[in-house]
């Protein structure tokens, strides 16, 4: 069974502090890892898809990157408007199925 | 404007009463997906369908029912037999038939049982 792990739970930083978010999995034959951003009360927005270790994307201040065993979010010098809730996916050998982390909220105070 | 819809945003269920959430996709999408949200946790499946007049039960399907007579259409029942139905339900569509498939998701139906 495809099993997904974040951490932390939740993440306070101030404006411009940069961290990271850690996505860790266990899957047969990685199909695809998705990151999304969730704000309180309304649905996941899509953000970025890794297919294979080494993989990178950017988009504005996040970047996503993806090994054999997890995943990380960079964000470099946040804004209050990057606080939300990340969560993370992977698909794995059932192609129509993702299996979901907890999710990481991140608060960045100004 | 492409996108995913979702009504009610709330709903409110009384004990032993079956309510119908409903989620519209104009995306020219095969695959739609039902999830369950609750604190704490990752967002569970319930069904999905991968095309017309046809679905499979997730990981919590007891309690729920589905159809999938259109495309743009894929409503979620939450019956009575459903023990603990007070959750956040996401509605989702794919692409489908594609190797990895991005899943969109709409803003979401807040139920619950009073």
């Known amino acids: 069974e495809d099993q997904v792990t974040q951490s932390p739970e939740a993440l306070r930083l101030q404006e411009g502090e940069s961290s990271s978010l850690n996505c860790s999995y266990t899957?047969?034959?990685?199909?695809?890892l998705f990151w999304y951003r969730q704000d309180p009360g309304k649905g996941p927005e899509f953000l970025f898809t890794?297919?294979?270790a080494g993989e990178e994307k950017e988009k504005e201040r996040l970047k996503a990157t993806l090994t054999k065993k997890e995943s990380f979010l960079h964000i470099t010098a946040p804004k209050p408007e990057d606080s939300a809730t990340y969560l993370c996916a992977v698909q794995g050998s059932d192609d129509y199925k993702l299996s979901f982390g907890a999710g990481t909220t991140v608060t960045v105070r100004a | 404007d492409g996108g995913i819809t979702q009504s009610p945003k709330y709903l409110f269920r009384k004990e032993g009463q079956n309510v119908t959430l409903s989620c519209e996709q104009n995306?020219?999408?095969?695959?739609m997906y039902w999830y369950r949200q609750d604190p704490g946790q990752g967002l569970r499946l319930i069904y999905y369908s991968q095309i017309v007049n046809d679905f499979q039960k997730g990981d919590i399907a007891e309690g729920y029912s589905v159809s999938r007579e259109k495309k743009e259409s894929f409503p979620l029942t939450v019956t009575s037999a459903q023990k603990n139905p007070t959750a956040f339900y996401l509605c989702?569509?794919?692409?489908?038939?594609?190797?990895?498939?991005?899943?969109?998701f709409g803003p979401g139906t807040r139920l619950t049982v009073l």
């Open positions: 995306l020219n999408h095969d695959a």
């Open positions: 899957v047969s034959g990685l199909r695809g």
């Open positions: 989702a569509s794919s692409i489908g038939r594609r190797n990895t498939d991005t899943q969109y």
């Open positions: 890794l297919y294979s």
